[in-house]
């Protein structure tokens, strides 16, 4: 009875380093994913912040300071 206890428990163990090991690749792919989301989604926030200034300021020149 011991014995099949002590296996049903290392059976359990190697279950949950299975699981362990796909949370762990799962967490980098979503830290991986969040990453990519801010570089592609915040730094061209931060390119049209000067962006649209220096557009503004070539449009305004172009037609004659009607802008």
Do not use: H
């Not at 989604?41 to 449009?59: K, N, R, T, Y």
């Amino acid at each position: 009875m011991e014995e099949e206890i002590l296996q049903k428990i290392d059976e359990q163990n190697i279950k949950l380093d299975a699981i362990y090991k796909s949370v762990e690749q799962a967490r980098k792919i979503f830290i991986t994913t969040l990453v990519i989301t801010i570089v592609t989604m915040v730094l061209p926030l931060i390119g049209l912040v000067f962006i649209i200034p220096w557009f503004i300021s070539i449009m305004g020149n172009a037609y004659g300071g009607l802008l």
